[in-house]
Nanobody, 125 residues
Framework: QVQLVESGGGLVQAGDSLRLSCAASGRTYSNYAMGWFRQAPGKEREFVAAISWGGGDTHYPDSMKGRFTISRDNAKNTVYLQMNSLKPEDTAVYYC??????????????????WGQGTQVTVSS
């Protein structure tokens, strides 16, 4: 069982930056990846970024490249999502998730087994 706790969300103005954290605890896989997703009201969940735990391999959809950066601190079992130049359309609940890493060519086949409760990010115009 893996527990994930997100933090760092809040209310910011357009153009601001925010860093989200996701702390993992419990039994994790020997080689796993962690991802960030978001879901805005009335919209489907959207993939934001992912990172392998050991190798630092990262993956972003094209729509997230440039303003969002995922990183991790293995010593703290924590993954971060740095968000810059925030826009009102970035308003959503942001979730982190963990699943077995499938290699750099396997991001499209990632399966996320455990999810956090989410942290709200609200960007005002």
């Amino acid at each position: 069982q893996v527990q994930l706790v997100e933090s760092g969300g809040g209310l910011v103005q357009a153009g601001d930056s925010l860093r989200l954290s996701c702390a993992a605890s419990g039994r994790t896989y020997s080689n796993y990846a962690m991802g960030w997703f978001r879901q805005a009201p009335g919209k489907e969940r959207e993939f934001v970024a992912a990172i392998s735990w050991g190798g630092g391999d990262t993956h972003y959809p094209d729509s997230m490249k440039g303003r969002f950066t995922i990183s991790r601190d293995n010593a703290k079992n924590t993954v971060y999502l740095q968000m810059n130049s925030l826009k009102p359309e970035d308003t959503a609940v942001y979730y982190c998730a963990v699943g077995p890493y499938r290699g750099s060519s396997g991001w499209s086949r990632m399966r996320y087994d455990y999810w956090g409760q989410g942290t709200q990010v609200t960007v005002s115009s």
